[in-house]
């Protein structure tokens, strides 16, 4: 409770403090309680980190940014009431939420009080509801397979490639969009299979695969299914290499299909850690006992989004940050950000990893 | 061809495991007139017995696989036939005599305790055990597909098949098996002739246990995952086995199985794996349309 009036008074302070100094009001709302909390905590972090960066030097446009926090729980009926909140404290910038069924609600409040926002909410809805003030600094869901199936039909040039999914409505939908883009590199797929996840025997799928000649297999999925097939692959003398969706980082996959697991191929989200041009500031983090993991970095992304949006547009007024944002590109921790029409970022929202002894990594090119 | 010759051997393998699971539903009919729809959950629960045995003796520095096979073989028996002892008296013996429905619902409810029991217990995640039994022999070779047989699917079908010599011995040849038969014709008549009824209806239900044991087993080696859910797909499976061979009759549940694991092969090889149920499923609705006892049952005859 106390820490409770001790948030308000600090909220309460900061907006007699932004009438006082002028400061530009910047904010992040996220599930900062309940289930999903420690998401939430992780771009509280992120974004602190980033406005005392950016304070320290000197600001935006000669004045320095002020943070307001707002927490949705995930909930999209309180992610609205947090929206009007913000609009009330008459925020120029907003990095949120997190859920998709709270941005999405969220936005048509931004969007009515045209107030810019950056998101990492993946659903393909974000950003295909033709709302201008939404910019995702984050994949979507519907790229993966993109990725995934682009990647596979290079790679695997003159290979025969089969296109396998679970019925699920994620591995089904995963595994189209993988078909889609192998067509779209000028491959057909070999084989379009279905399989029932939560069977244990798949060796029809196995020799099907094997008279069809098929060396390749991209499977929209779960880890279980594919740790059984491989196993299956492998008892039959077939040399298969699956490419799968997030699921597969799961380390129970390596235990299930032994060896075999290196023939695995997966395409996930790419590590900002590993960006070199962010060695500094993942540093930073560090020695201050912060692990730069998840959404920190993105969070520190989106601040760094917004600096220098308003620094190119020399305003925070709607229309111009819009322009500059769209229009602009931007070096960030998390490389450089520059939006198609839609809001969606250009850069690769997913990376292609493979599986090696125990431990995944980017795969070679 | 060669693809031909390759979905049988899956085939029969996977039919060879169908088999043994329904074989413990059919016996079970056949002397109280019930569905024992635990019995998948039985074979589940050996498939954790197994991985835990597999595991504590790879621990223990264990490395020959035969040893290894034989000990959690003999482990998992012993365990998974006194399970099938307790449920048979814990919930189905209070309720002989009652409605036919109660044992019915009785049976679920123990399929659900289970399943639960083990999640609680064992997480709900899925447990996998390293390969075991890797490779097999190239039996038949063509230039474009080469048929094997993994050494784990040789294994499968060799132990069914000494299996069901040895049972089929058990039930025409000894005493046992005479009693056993003699519960199954009339109860009532059987203990007036001085048999234990009650000892037999146990005897049964762990002889049933212990054939599960032998599929769940062999199934971990197999395939070398397991979860908390695999009983309700393979009970389900052995249960259509069962009632398409004719429920009640032993021959007939193998029978039932072996035909259920062809078509699975064939269907998914040569049409879609994606209808592989439907085609199993509707197979069965035709053979009870026009055999409405099953393929090898008796046609039931009311006593009045």
């Known amino acids: 409770m106390g820490k409770k009036i001790l948030l308000a008074g600090c909220g309460l302070l900061a907006m007699l403090g932004s009438a006082a100094h002028a400061d530009h009001l910047v904010a992040i709302a996220g599930p900062m309680t309940g289930q999903y909390a420690s998401a939430g905590d992780q771009i509280r972090k992120g974004a602190e980190m980033a406005i005392a960066d950016i304070n320290a030097k000197g600001g935006v446009l000669g004045q320095k940014l002020k943070l307001e926090v707002g927490d949705d729980a995930c909930d999209p009926k309180q992610a609205v009431s947090v929206a009007n909140t913000m609009v009330n404290k008459k925020i120029v910038f907003m990095h949120g939420h997190w859920c998709s069924s709270s941005t999405i609600p969220a936005s048509d409040v931004y969007n009515e009080s045209q107030i810019p926002m950056a998101t990492v909410s993946t659903n393909p809805q974000v950003t295909e509801r033709g709302l201008k003030n939404i910019f995702r600094i984050m994949g979507r869901d519907d790229q993966q397979g ?112 032994g060896p075999a697991a290196d023939n695995v191929l997966f395409t996930f989200s790419p590590d900002p850690r590993k960006n070199p041009a962010a060695a500094d500031v993942v540093k930073k983090f560090r020695d201050a006992k912060v692990e730069p993991e998840g959404y920190v970095m993105y969070a520190y992304a989106a601040m760094q989004l917004f600096a220098q949006a308003a620094e190119q547009a020399k305003s925070v007024k709607y229309a111009d940050l819009e322009k500059a944002m769209r229009g602009g590109s931007f070096d960030t921790v998390i490389g450089k950000l520059s939006f198609d029409a839609k809001g969606d970022n250009k850069l690769p929202g997913f990376m292609v990893y493979q599986w090696k002894g125990g431990q995944y990594d980017y795969v070679k090119k | 061809m060669a693809l031909a010759l390759q979905q049988l051997i899956n085939g029969l393998t996977l039919g060879a495991v169908y088999g043994l699971i329904a074989i413990g539903y059919t016996m079970v009919y056949g002397i109280i007139g019930m569905i024992n729809f635990a019995h998948g959950d039985i074979y589940m629960v050996s498939a954790f017995i197994a991985v835990t045995g597999f595991t504590l003796l790879a621990a223990f520095g264990v490395s020959s696989v035969p040893f290894a096979l034989v000990v959690v073989l003999i482990v998992a028996v012993l365990f998974t036939s006194v399970y099938g002892w307790a449920v048979e008296r814990l919930a189905y013996r209070p309720l002989r005599g009652s409605t036919r429905l109660a044992p019915l619902i009785s049976a679920i409810g123990m399929s659900i305790f289970l399943q639960n029991m083990v999640q609680l217990t064992q997480g709900a995640r899925v447990k996998p055990i390293p390969p075991m039994l890797t490779g097999g022999i190239d039996i038949y070779e063509t230039a474009e597909f080469t048929v094997r047989i993994a050494y784990s699917q040789m294994l499968i079908v060799l132990v069914t098949v000494g299996l069901m010599i040895g049972f089929s011995w058990l039930i025409t040849r000894t005493s046992f098996g005479r009693q056993q038969r003699a519960c199954e014709q009339d109860r009532t008549m059987t203990a007036l002739l001085g048999i234990n009824v009650d000892r037999t209806i146990s005897l049964t239900f762990m002889l049933g246990a212990a054939l599960a044991a032998v599929a769940g087993v062999m199934v971990t080696v197999y395939y070398g995952v397991v979860d908390f859910y695999i009983g309700f797909v393979a009970g389900i499976k052995a249960f259509t086995a069962a009632v398409l061979g004719g429920v009640g009759s032993l021959p007939g549940a193998m029978l039932g199985g072996l035909i259920i694991g062809l078509i699975e092969a064939f269907w998914s090889s040569y049409l879609s794996a994606e209808y592989k149920d439907v085609a199993t499923f509707s197979i069965l609705i035709l053979v009870l349309m026009f055999r409405p006892s099953g393929l090898l049952g008796r046609p039931e005859v009311e006593k009045v």
């Open chain 1, 146 to 257: 993109l990725v995934a199936g682009s990647y596979l039909a290079e790679a695997f040039k003159g290979k025969k490639i089969a296109v396998v999914d679970d019925k699920s409505a994620y591995g089904k939908g995963l595994a189209d969009e993988m078909a889609k883009a192998i067509q779209a590199k000028g491959t057909k797929p070999a084989l379009r299979e279905s399989i029932t996840a939560g069977e244990k025997d798949y060796s029809g799928l196995v020799s099907k695969l094997k008279s069809a000649g098929v060396e390749v297999m991209a499977y929209g999925g779960y880890h279980t299914e594919v740790a059984l097939i491989l196993r299956q692959a492998q008892q039959a003398g077939l040399k298969l290499t699956i490419m799968g969706g997030d699921t597969m980082t799961n380390t129970e996959l390596v235990t299930a299909a």
